[in-house]
């Protein structure tokens, strides 16, 4: 196992949580850039997007070889996975304040195949959500267990497209819970609004307007700052801020948030929550090593 750095193994080696960074684009001079094994299925937008925003690196890579980790060093490996000790050459720096060198390893647990086996992964192009290990240059650590990811063209596109909009100035801010909620009955049956209040990781403000009009469909809209904007809309599918709303607000508008309004309004908001969660959809998520 001479060939494994011990260092990949001190503490947790796929230990996760980082902080992302401001990303560069960086060629290499191409090498054989074998296509993909298999089929993949195209990625959705929540699968990739945690990956992105935990990552200060992302690398396009082709697998030049693998080493089948077993013993103590492969403690905690999840029932059905393997651990592997990786070395690949990069094709492309997608992220990165520093440059790589042509040639990086690092440590994934991927399934067993049908027989018990490692997967054949040599010449298997690959994106890798990964951090830089402190003082080896061409060591990396995945940032979580599924950040070796089957590279294809809609991935690579996908991630870079969100790569851009989690370096954007005006990016929408982490949602962490749900504050007040309050709803306004109008003057006709059928009529009314609720402003729903959400809590952020950063402080910033957000909040959700829900409007209903007699013989309208309902609508809704998220305004990013204390002023109300009249041509405020819905988010768009697949951006960060319908990420951070879809995959994030609880199922549940907490009583909490109605706490002291008549009852009629309470349920009023509640319903108009829930047409929210539909509006936006399943956050889907898709495993793809």
């Known amino acids: ?74 403690a905690g490996v999840d029932p059905g996975f393997i651990r592997l000790y990786v070395q690949a050459d990069v094709n492309a720096l997608i992220r990165g304040t520093t440059g790589v060198p042509p040639r990086i390893g690092y440590l994934v647990d991927l399934p067993a195949d049908a027989r018990g086996r490692a997967p054949r992964l040599k010449k298997v192009r690959v994106l890798l959500f990964a951090r830089p290990v402190a003082g080896r240059p061409a060591q990396l650590q995945l940032v979580a267990k599924d950040a070796q990811r089957r590279w294809t063209p809609a991935a690579e596109q996908l991630t870079r497209r969100i790569a851009q909009e ?11 819970g749900i504050g007040n909620a309050f709803h306004v009955a109008g003057s006709l049956p059928g009529e009314g609004e609720t402003q729903i209040f959400l809590t952020t990781k950063d402080n910033r403000p957000v909040s959700l307007d829900i409007l209903r009009r007699p013989g309208q469909q309902p609508r809704w809209s998220v305004a990013l700052s204390d002023v109300t904007d009249a041509a405020a809309q819905a988010p768009q599918r697949d951006t960060l801020l319908w990420y951070r709303l879809a995959c994030f607000l609880p199922r549940q508008l907490p009583d909490s948030s109605v706490a002291g309004s008549a009852p009629q309004d309470a349920d009023a908001a509640r319903a108009d929550y829930q047409f929210v969660l539909q509006s936006l959809g399943p956050c889907d998520t898709r495993k793809a090593y």
């Open 1 to 74: 196992m001479s060939t494994v750095p011990k260092m990949l193994f001190a503490g947790a080696a796929l230990a996760f949580g980082v902080t992302p960074f401001a990303a560069d684009a960086q060629q290499f001079p191409p090498d054989q850039r074998p296509e993909m094994a298999t089929e993949v299925a195209a990625p959705h937008y929540a699968d990739l997007a945690p990956l992105v925003i935990a990552a200060p690196l992302i690398l396009d890579a082709t697998i030049r070889s693998t080493v089948t980790i077993n013993g103590p060093e492969a």
């Open 166 to 176: 989690t370096v954007q100035p005006d990016q929408p801010p982490e949602i962490t």
